[in-house]
């Protein structure tokens, strides 16, 4: 109980932090929308935005570990913070620093949705859709494609999936290659409902199968 009251009362704070950067932002003072969010961090998460632009999203998710458990919850609030925070850079013109942040708060995001966030708490398929539409024209990283390879079989999205997994090959090979052999697996035990279902036939399973067959 105590630890969903401290989530719903991070999720509003943000709510509310949102909706004043936001004003702030359409007022064109994206200095002070910027001070709001690096608040917020340091209010819920004891992070600035300085540091969690310049770690390694795997050291990110270090800081969240409570023993052999990672506050995935939480995690996907900062994630939402760095994604506002891309927002107000983007009004502001500077699209280098915005692209940065959106894709750290995806990887941030599929990392939490595959780590079994609630996704009540921000609708983390909607944060992610978002992400993914603002991003649209940029590589991504090879570590986030590989994530998408499992969120999307996550979400019954397997045609998606395979897309991941074949732009992850484009990337790096080798890893490409040995996801995409444990993807094709997987995807071997589903029933032709299911698989249609999620957009893939049979015939592109056993094709796959092939392709990727250590």
Do not use: C
């Not at 105590?2 to 989530?7: G, P, Q, S």
């Not at 966030?117 to 859709?129: E, K, T």
């Not at 893939?200 to 990727?212: P, T, Y």
């Amino acid at each position: 109980m105590f630890r969903k009251d401290y989530l719903m009362g991070m999720i509003e704070d943000m709510t509310t932090m949102i909706a004043k950067a936001f004003g702030l932002k359409e007022q064109k003072k994206y200095t002070e929308a910027l001070w709001e969010t690096d608040d917020l961090m340091r209010k819920n998460f004891r992070l600035n935005s300085e540091l969690v632009n310049r770690m390694p999203t795997e050291e990110i998710v270090e800081m969240f570990r409570v023993g052999a458990t990672v506050e995935v919850d939480q995690l996907q609030g900062l994630a939402r913070m760095v994604s506002v925070e891309a927002d107000i850079y983007d009004a502001a013109g500077n699209e280098d620093e915005a692209v940065v942040r959106r894709i750290k708060a995806l990887n941030l995001f599929l990392y939490s949705a595959i780590n079994q966030a609630d996704r009540s708490l921000l609708d983390y398929p909607a944060q992610i859709d978002g992400l993914l539409d603002a991003l649209e024209e940029f590589v991504l990283p090879a570590a986030v494609e590989k994530l998408m390879v499992e969120y999307e079989q996550q979400e019954g999205y397997y045609d998606n999936a395979a897309d991941a997994v074949r732009r992850l090959v484009e990337l790096d090979a080798a890893e490409g290659k040995q996801i995409g052999h444990e993807f094709y697996v997987r995807m071997q035990v589903k029933t032709d409902e299911e698989l249609e279902a999620g957009g893939l036939s049979r015939a592109e399973v056993e094709d796959g199968l092939i392709r990727f067959q250590n």
